[in-house]
């Protein structure tokens, strides 16, 4: 190497080991190659703090940057800010594919036929074979509650890419939605193959088995959808459901408790461990769960209908 490159030889070798000495905050790959890998391994929140690093540090209106943001937000459930992000990217970029089936899956939460009939029709004409496609018109058809159809094109996005475990957890809920049990449950399976650490898989199987009234098989696929992400207040409200459906009451107060320490997505929480106390007559602690949902979701009419009647009944049995 000396001999082919002698002048410029002793010139790359400083220049490399200047940039391996280099602080990680003089370049961005490093916070950027971690919040791709967090995002993989489901570490939505930390990944959504790398991205927004990369944007804080001069680096904002970038499409791939902005589509990271707008998927970490989907994953939290933050569908307000996700169709934010998606449609400044849109705006940059009208013809770019990438993840817009986050974008679809926001756009059918949130119930926007119109935008998700927009979606579909713009890239069903511009990319009609993609999955990404696919997955968009197949959420159209969900929303439009023809599911035969959207089953139709969800499996045609997994023709097109059978390794993404989130198309197979749709087919399954298309499935549910028409009440084939068994082809529902092959599909959230079929998700866990391609995902073992995708806890949509599980938790779509722990549904299913709790609306047939199977609540053991139930609790262990919500425990594993636990295991997959153990801050989500999703999965320990729906295992303190079964919990107390098994009668293991204090198991279920536990689940609760935990669900509004870790933020309570739902807001089902403390209703539902209100509801517990009072199924034990214990209406001191339902009062004060009562009282704190008030506080923190100001349903007024539901708590001031059990403080009535409650207060009827201390003052019929005092």
């Known amino acids: 190497m000396r001999e082919i490159f002698p002048s410029s030889f002793n010139d790359k ?38 991205a927004e690093i990369l944007i804080s540090r001069g680096l904002p209106g970038i499409p791939m940057i902005l589509t990271q943001i707008a998927a970490c937000s989907n994953h939290l459930h933050d569908h307000e800010k996700t169709v934010d992000v998606f449609k400044s990217i849109r ?9 817009m089936n986050l974008y679809s899956d926001s756009l059918y939460i949130r119930g926007d036929r119109v935008q998700l009939c927009d979606l579909a029709h713009s890239f069903f004409e511009t990319h009609k074979f993609s999955f990404e496609t696919c997955c968009i018109v197949g959420n159209y058809y969900g929303l439009r509650r023809e599911n035969e159809q959207a089953i139709r094109f969800f499996q045609r996005a997994l023709r097109l890419n059978p390794g993404v475990a989130s198309i197979w957890v749709l087919v399954g809920h298309e499935f549910m939605e028409l009440k084939n049990n068994a082809a529902a449950c092959m599909s959230y399976r079929r998700a866990i193959e391609v995902d073992p650490l995708d806890y949509r ?12 009234k199977m609540p053991t098989y139930s609790l262990f696929y919500y425990q594993q959808a636990h295991l997959c992400k153990p801050q989500d ?18 198991n279920a107060e536990k689940c609760f408790i935990s669900a509004f320490k870790y933020g309570d997505v739902e807001g089902t929480a403390l209703w539902m461990l ?15 769960s009562y009282e704190e949902y008030l506080r923190e979701y100001q349903e007024l009419e539901v708590a001031y209908t059990f403080f009535a009647m409650n207060l009827i009944l201390w003052q019929v049995f005092a």
Request: aromatic share 10%; hydrophobic share 40%; glycine share 6%.
């Open 201 to 212: 898989g599980w938790y779509g199987l722990g549904q299913m088995y709790d609306i047939i």
């Open 91 to 99: 705006a940059m970029d009208p013809l770019r594919i990438d993840r």
């Open 274 to 288: 209100a509801k517990l106390y009072e199924s034990e007559n214990q209406m001191q602690r339902a009062a004060r």
């Open 233 to 250: 207040s999703r999965m320990l409200v729906a295992l303190g459901d079964v919990y107390q459906k098994m009668g293991r009451l204090r």
């Open 13 to 50: 070798i400083s220049t490399c080991k200047s940039l391996c000495t280099q602080p990680p905050e003089s370049s961005w790959m490093p916070d950027w190659f971690e919040s791709l890998a967090l995002s993989r391994f489901h570490m939505d929140s930390e990944a959504l703090r790398k």
